[in-house]
């Protein structure tokens, strides 16, 4: 046993609270040393997430900022949340630490797997937004710009339209995790999602419409591979179930 865990069994409030303390400082100074990191280049990284907007632009569109402060505090703003994104491992790991003090330091063996798996399927799913949907989107906007208007974004407004993006489709790619975690915790069993598909499938359309723009290319682009990312949850949840099974059925 750590001496925080030796801390925390002595002083069960002030040691716990002690103890969340230094954690939220080392991931608040984690955080800062990437951002200072960032900051640095700042203007080339906002060039990088605009790229797929800006392959898509005609030759009459722009990205504008409309106001005065935007040029300096949008890549700011980016910095930041880039800074977060990349420290999420970092910052779930200390999370875990904190829980499992909280249950005594018992181990867990899903534990690590299922960090793992958390933050590669995030990662995944901003990858596939970033690679996949904003070419489709973007370049849909743009075709149906009428004729004789010139596109022109501005720059706060389209990173706060990516982030919501990004952090849609991250989200999404944990459906896995979370089908499989609700399985192995007994809050629900395999056969009874399987029998819930058809809802599913509805409410994977319906959350589609809710968290992407109006246009259905974007829609079907998140509502699919929600459909498929929970059939995948199903399918690991039943090689679990088998690997667990004595006679491997």
Same mark, same amino acid.
């Given at each position: @046993? %750590?001496? %925080?865990?030796?801390?925390?069994? $002595? &002083? ?11 954690r ?21 990284? /906002? ?8 392959? &898509?632009?005609? =030759? !009459? ?12 505090? !949008? ?18 790991? &200390? =999370?875990? #630490?904190?829980? #499992? @003090? ?5 181990r ?8 793992? %798996? ?8 901003? =990858?596939?937004a ?21 596109? @022109?974004?501005?720059?706060?407004? /389209?990173?706060?339209?990516?982030? $919501? ?6 989200? !999404? ?14 809050? !629900?069993? #395999? =056969?009874?999602?399987?029998? $819930? #598909? ?5 409410a994977?359309?319906v ?7 109006p246009?259905?290319?974007? &829609? ?22 088998? $690997? ?6």
């Amino acid at each position: @046993m %750590s001496t %925080s865990e030796q801390v925390l069994g $002595k &002083q069960p409030i002030v040691g716990y609270l002690v103890e969340l303390r230094n954690r939220l400082l080392y991931c608040l100074i984690f955080i800062a040393a990437i951002f200072l990191v960032l900051l640095n280049v700042a203007n080339a990284l /906002y060039t990088l997430v605009a790229d797929p907007l800006q392959q &898509q632009l005609p =030759a !009459t569109g722009a990205m504008i900022a409309t106001e005065v402060a935007s040029p300096f505090l !949008t890549p700011f703003k980016l910095s930041l949340l880039t800074a977060i994104y990349v420290s999420m491992p970092f910052i779930l790991f &200390q =999370a875990w #630490r904190m829980v #499992r @003090m909280g249950l005594g330091g018992q181990r867990y063996s899903f534990a690590y797997p299922f960090l793992a %798996s958390t933050i590669l399927l995030f990662y995944l799913g901003t =990858a596939f937004a970033y690679f996949v949907v904003f070419p489709l989107v973007f370049g849909f906007f743009a075709q149906v710009a009428p004729e004789g208007v010139a596109v @022109m974004t501005d720059i706060g407004s /389209y990173l706060d339209f990516v982030i $919501k993006l990004f952090f849609a489709f991250g989200l !999404t790619f944990e459906i896995p995790v979370i089908a499989v975690l609700l399985i192995l915790t007994g809050a !629900t069993t #395999r =056969a009874s999602l399987s029998e $819930k #598909r058809p809802y599913v499938f509805i409410a994977c359309f319906v959350l589609g419409m809710v968290l992407t723009p109006p246009d259905i290319f974007s &829609q079907i682009l998140l509502a699919v591979p929600m459909w498929l990312l929970f059939e995948l949850g199903l399918l690991v949840a039943w090689m679990l179930e088998s $690997k667990a099974s004595p006679d491997g059925t």
